[in-house]
């Protein structure tokens, strides 16, 4: 079994009249256990060159039934070093936020299938705020992820 | 201008190459390097039934970010913990907008919620945060919740 820990840490020393020092650090685990997530999409780096919306997780099939509300979680990085160059992360078409440059996520991920007419899956995108190049990181650790069968098929 | 550093620590041995991030951010406004300036501080949430609720309401009077400016060319983190040693407990951290009641709703993009993610107990997560405006709340929804066994969310969020 795997065994993978986060941990944060968030300090100021003058935001506040004192010193904010807060901490945290888990294992994460399958969802409701206490057994080590095993999956993994492994770091990727990608270099985007047109500020189009993209799937980062196209390998992860988000209305499979075997892992929608599994414990999945997520990290995204862009590695601009302009402070005005952004990406716009959405989850469903919804905007979480926007990364600027070195700024970071962490967060879980139900993989959840909208129930709204629209279907829309609870995709992961970025678009990137420049058409220049940006270069982001990005990792999924999952417990289940159902790779999209053999397609041969050229049209 | 303060500085708010995040630092973000992953150790894995999910496979022979393994998977070690370290990484750390300061927290700045939109478009520059000054840090960001205003916080809501460390809230508690203490949630005591199976209702879905707002979490953290973007500028809203009676928010602990009202003073908050909602635009998309502002900048926001939050920092959202669930607090429990239960690891079959968690509670459903959405974005949306739970405010029209305690239904459940799927995401149409109108205002209602679509489920991020879940933390389970003693898990944690930050993002940004766009704050939108009907779309951009805040969600939380617990599994398991009661008045003699509360559900506790720790949150706080830093923004300019």
Redesign the interface.
């Known amino acids: 079994m ?15 009249t004192d010193a ?1 020092s ?1 901490s ?1 650090t ?1 294992t ?2 399958k ?4 057994v ?5 999409t ?2 990727a780096r990608a270099f985007l060159t047109a500020t189009t919306v993209v799937d980062i997780f196209p390998q992860l099939i988000e209305a499979s039934i075997a892992f929608e ?1 599994k ?2 979680w997520v ?1 995204i ?1 862009n590695k601009s070093e302009d ?2 160059e ?1 990406i716009t ?1 959405k ?10 440059a ?9 993989m ?1 299938e ?5 279907n ?1 899956h ?1 995709d992961i995108t970025v678009e990137p705020s420049v058409a220049t190049g940006m270069a982001i990181e990005f ?1 999924c ?1 999952n417990e289940g992820t159902e790779y999209p069968t053999e397609n041969l098929a050229t049209a | 201008m303060a500085t708010i550093t995040a630092q973000l620590t992953v150790n894995s041995d999910i496979s022979d190459y393994g998977i070690s991030i370290n990484k750390s951010m300061t927290l700045t406004k939109a478009g520059t390097n000054q840090g960001l300036e205003r916080t809501s501080g460390v809230q508690r949430a203490y949630l005591t039934n199976l209702n879905h609720v707002d979490l953290i309401k973007g500028g809203l009077a009676g928010s602990p970010v009202a003073d908050m400016t909602v635009t998309g060319a502002t900048a926001a983190k939050v920092y959202i913990k669930y607090l429990s040693d239960d690891t079959s407990k968690f509670v459903r951290i959405g974005l949306g907008n739970a405010a029209d009641g305690t239904t459940q709703t799927a995401n149409n993009g109108d205002g209602t919620f679509f489920e991020i993610g879940r933390l389970y107990g003693n898990e944690w997560m930050i993002i940004p945060w766009n704050g939108a405006s009907n779309v951009g709340d805040i969600t939380v929804q617990p599994s398991v919740a009661t008045t003699a066994d509360e559900a506790i969310v720790e949150y706080i969020v830093f923004f300019e």
């Open positions: 795997a065994t993978t820990t986060a941990a944060i840490t968030l300090t100021s020393a003058d935001l506040l904010l807060l945290a888990n994460l685990y969802s409701g256990s206490t080590g997530l095993d999956q993994t492994g770091m509300n414990s999945s990290y990085c402070e005005t952004f992360v989850i469903c078409e919804q905007v979480i936020g926007k990364l600027y070195q700024d970071f996520l962490w967060m879980p991920w139900s959840r909208s129930a709204n007419a629209n829309h609870g990792t650790i």
